[in-house]
């Protein structure tokens, strides 16, 4: 089974900052990689797929990168909207998430 | 508007069973690969199963496997997972999960992603 690994697990952050979210697979994965936003309470929504294409109606501020085994998430100016946990998904083989990145005010 | 509601969650005992259903609606059913996803209290989120749209291909994760059956019935619009010998672990919100497809030319591929989700339904699993 394929294992995806995010990092940090909690990130602190304030209004304006740049964000970055690590993913990595334990095996490669080509570009067969999404990422969701879920606040509490509610079910996730889809931002990127396909490591980098964003998701209609999302905003340009956040951005998907890699391929393989390593892939980012990027947020640019997060906005108050933005504090939420984030997931990365393989769907290479089966589906496959990972533990959660929770972004919280600083 | 494409819309996918949860229903049957509850409070079972361990080893009991429960049938989940989700309803589709806003778009054809028929074409779309369909999975069911959890989440524990607090926890992060977990496949649980995936159905083809003709229902020719089925997956569990092993978590789940020979105890959970997912199955559709594209007539009625319906997604179903049912959950057997269950077991405090198996508490969660448990999410249906449409997958992003494309169709041309009277066929359809799905894409493995996720791009519409139903609002979740509890399962609590306890004495």
């Known amino acids: 089974d394929i294992q995806m690994t995010q990092s940090p697990s909690t990130l602190s952050a304030s209004v304006g900052d740049r964000v970055t979210i690590t993913c990595r697979a334990s095996q490669s994965i080509s570009s067969w990689l999404a990422w969701y936003q879920q606040k509490p309470g509610k079910a996730p929504k889809l931002l990127i797929y396909k490591a980098s294409s964003l998701e209609s109606g999302v905003p340009s501020r956040f951005s998907g990168s890699g391929s393989g085994t390593e892939f980012t998430l990027t947020i640019n100016s997060l906005q108050p909207d933005d504090f939420a946990t984030y997931y990365c998904?393989?769907?290479?083989?089966?589906?496959?998430f990972g533990q959660g990145t929770k972004v919280e005010i600083k | 508007e494409v819309q996918l509601v949860e229903s049957g969650g509850g409070l079972v005992q361990p080893g009991g069973s429960l049938r989940l259903s989700c309803a589709a609606s806003?778009?054809?059913?028929?074409?779309?690969?369909m999975n069911w996803v959890r989440q524990a209290p607090g926890k992060g989120l977990e496949w649980v199963s995936y159905?083809?749209?003709?229902?020719?291909?089925?997956y569990y994760a092993d978590s789940v496997k020979g105890r959970f059956t997912i199955s559709r019935d594209n007539a009625k619009n319906s997604l179903y997972l049912q959950m057997n010998s269950l077991r405090a672990e198996d508490t969660a919100v448990y999410y249906c999960?449409?997958?992003?497809?494309?169709?041309?030319?009277?066929?359809?591929?799905?894409?493995?992603?996720?791009?519409?989700w139903g609002q979740g339904t509890l399962v609590t699993v306890s004495p």
């Open positions: 159905i083809s749209s003709s229902s020719s291909r089925i």
């Open positions: 998904q393989q769907y290479n083989t089966f589906r496959t």
């Open positions: 999960a449409r997958e992003y497809t494309q169709c041309s030319g009277g066929s359809c591929h799905s894409f493995g992603y996720f791009d519409y």
């Open positions: 806003g778009f054809t059913f028929s074409s779309f690969t």
